[in-house]
């Protein structure tokens, strides 16, 4: 726990030094006066307005940022330092989950307040956002570790991501929402949803505990593929 309370510290510190704390206000400052500029009548329906706003900008908050932080650090070497260092798979990865999806409840805090005002339950809000976070940041490791730079990383990401926000399609109304029960990112929007009392307790339920699971797979299948980098890297002697 020390070890991961001291990596957190030096990562807001690599987080603020890159512009990242930057890079997020400018995205509330946007969203935020794009909201704005919408009628209020317009955005009055917070059930089908929040969940959709917040898997859409997270994905950038956790899934591109911890990928562009790893591609960072291996441009810089400091992956090649971590992969001899007492910091384990789950401690990196743990420690990056940690700082984004805390940046991610802090832009979710700010955007819902500033577009939709205060209403609605915070606590299933803040839930479905610490899903959301887990699971991007997880896949966005994963997905990370297979390149060695940005243009090679944009296309695949971009189209692994594309296939994350298909839930956006049952909760438009655009598509039968049954065969996205299995989908990662149901659940979590199924808590953000419930914030807003659109649904029932059952629903709830299996927000919370679909949530656990996917965030689980996430983390698991991040950490090993962080794991496998760092094997691979003290094995070739940090090159």
Do not use: C, K
Not at 144 to 150: G, K, P
Not at 192 to 209: H, P, T
Request: glycine letters at 10%.
């Amino acid at each position: 726990m020390t070890q991961i309370l001291h990596a957190l510290r030096w990562d807001v510190i690599v987080q603020a030094r890159n512009g990242f704390y930057w890079a997020s206000a400018f995205l509330v400052i946007i969203i935020s006066a794009l909201l704005l500029s919408v009628p209020e009548s317009a955005r009055a329906n917070s059930a089908i307005w929040v969940p959709a706003i917040l898997v859409i900008n997270l994905q950038i908050t956790t899934f591109f940022f911890v990928a562009g932080l790893m591609l960072l650090e291996r441009d810089e070497g400091t992956l090649n330092a971590l992969a001899v260092s007492p910091l384990s798979a789950s401690g990196y990865l743990a420690m990056r989950t940690i700082g984004l999806t805390g940046l991610a409840a802090a832009e979710t805090i700010a955007i819902v307040w500033i577009g939709f005002g205060t209403g609605g339950s915070w606590s299933l809000m803040l839930l479905g956002t610490a899903a959301l976070g887990v699971i991007y940041t997880g896949f966005g490791a994963a997905i990370a570790t297979r390149y060695e730079s940005v243009n090679a990383l944009l296309l695949p990401a971009s189209a692994f991501v594309a296939l994350l926000l298909l839930p956006l399609l049952p909760h438009l109304g655009l598509a039968p929402r049954l065969p996205f029960f299995v989908h990662p990112l149901e659940p979590p929007m199924t808590l953000i949803r419930a914030g807003y009392g659109a649904i029932d307790r059952v629903e709830v339920a299996f927000g919370m505990f679909g949530s656990l699971g996917w965030s689980a797979i996430a983390f698991v299948w991040g950490r090993n593929r962080v794991r496998a980098l760092m094997h691979n890297t003290r094995a070739s002697g940090g090159r």
